[in-house]
T-cell receptor, first 113, second 111 residues
């Protein structure tokens, strides 16, 4: 079955450490996205990529980095520059710039202690 | 306004109808979506509507679109406890490469 997989589901890191969240899809989707979810604030776009080797900043890209070396994979690195990294992170993909809606992964809850 | 707006909370009794409302921002948005998020999970696409439609029905779900007022609603008939979740509306704005999501409405179904 096709789908989008995020790992791990829970992640704990010490303050000041970089951490990478994995996102893999086998839906043959061109576009991939990373969102951050905080209680009562909905979803905020961090980065998105429409094609391999290309990506654009979203609304809250500071303190984050991404790569898109393969169509299937879009890992997100939360760097030590991100001031408040504890959140629920959601990865999504779509056929063509979201016109058919997104398919979401199950999310990664990152806790920085 | 600049944001897609939703009420944060809604409570209904089991068996009643639920109506979740959303105000979006771009009158030329081509697609509007409703997503459901269960606790600790990702978002699941429930339904979507083209901007040239006024209504779409899918089993217990009815979507109404008022383009003049930029208002979207989701009606869930015969609401069940399994419908308890957060519901997000989203719009696809003209010229944008991503969807814009509302804050989500937490629906609580009381047995």
């Amino acid at each position: 079955d096709g789908g989008i997989t995020q790992s791990p589901k829970y992640l704990f890191r010490k303050e000041g450490q970089n951490v990478t969240l994995s996102c893999e899809q086998n839906l043959n989707h061109d576009a991939m996205y990373w969102y951050r979810q905080d209680p009562g604030q909905g979803l905020r776009l961090i980065y998105y990529s429409q094609i391999v080797n290309d990506f654009q900043k979203g609304d809250i890209a500071e303190g984050y980095s991404v790569s898109r070396e393969k169509k299937e994979s879009f890992p997100l690195t939360v760097t030590s520059a991100q001031k408040n990294p504890t959140a629920f992170y959601l990865c999504a993909s779509s056929i063509q710039q979201g016109k058919r809606g997104y398919t979401f992964g199950s999310g990664t809850r990152l806790t920085v202690v | 306004g600049e944001d897609v707006e939703q009420s944060l909370f809604l409570s209904v009794r089991e068996g009643d109808s639920s109506v979740i409302n959303c105000t979006y921002t771009d009158s030329s948005s081509t697609y509007l979506y409703w997503y459901k998020q269960e606790p600790g999970a990702g978002l699941q696409l429930l339904t979507y509507i083209f901007s040239n439609m006024d209504m779409k029905q899918d089993q217990r779900l009815t979507v109404l679109l008022n383009k003049k007022d930029k208002h979207l609603s989701l009606r869930i008939a015969d609401t069940q406890t399994g419908d308890s979740a957060i519901y997000f509306c989203a719009e696809s704005k003209t010229g944008a490469n991503n969807l814009f999501f509302g804050t989500g409405t937490r629906l609580t179904v009381i047995p």
